[in-house]
C-alpha cells in the first residue's frame, strides 16, 4: 500500500485483508454505467414486445378464420333455401372487415356435407416487413335435410 497514492476527487476504501489479500476500491467512478446499458438493453427489449405482439396477432387470426369457417359451415348447413347466401353472411359476420381478404367459398359436396372456406390476411403490426400474407380456414357439416 505504499507507494498508492489517493487521486483529488475519488473516495478509496480500502478493504480487510481476507482470504483474497487486500483490495482497494474507487467508488463512485461507474456513476453512467447503469444508464448506458439501460439505453443499449431498451431497443432490444422492444424489438422483442414487436416480435411478441407480432406472433400474438398470428395466433388471433388463424383462430377468427377457423371460428368464421366453423360458423359458415355450420349456417350453410342448417339453411333450408339458399345454404351458399347462409354461410356467407354467417361467415362474414364473424371476422371483422379489415382481415378480410375476399367472400368466402361455400358449397354442398356429394357426400352430403356442406364446407367452407374462408380466406383472411394476416393483421401486420409493421407494414412492408411481412406484406400480409393470407391464411385459409376450413370446415364441413353434415346437411341437414
Request: some cysteine; hydrophobic content about 45%.
Amino acid at each position: 500500500m505504499r507507494g498508492v497514492r489517493p487521486v483529488r476527487g475519488v473516495r478509496v476504501r480500502r478493504i480487510r485483508a481476507g482470504s483474497r489479500g487486500s483490495r482497494i476500491r474507487a467508488c463512485g467512478q461507474d456513476r453512467g454505467q447503469t444508464v448506458i446499458e439501460f439505453i443499449g438493453v431498451v431497443p432490444l427489449i422492444l424489438l422483442l414486445l414487436v416480435a411478441l405482439w407480432q406472433c400474438a396477432l398470428v395466433g388471433y387470426a388463424f383462430v377468427l378464420v377457423g371460428n368464421a369457417a366453423d360458423e359458415g359451415a355450420r349456417a350453410g348447413a342448417a339453411a333450408q333455401g339458399d345454404g351458399a347466401a347462409a354461410c356467407e353472411t354467417a361467415a362474414l359476420h364473424e371476422v371483422p372487415s379489415s382481415l378480410q381478404a375476399g367472400p368466402p367459398a361455400c358449397g354442398a359436396d356429394g357426400a352430403g356435407m356442406y364446407g367452407a372456406k374462408v380466406t383472411l390476411k394476416i393483421p401486420i403490426l409493421i407494414p412492408g416487413v411481412l406484406n400480409g400474407f393470407p391464411i385459409e380456414g376450413t370446415a364441413a357439416h353434415v346437411k341437414e335435410r
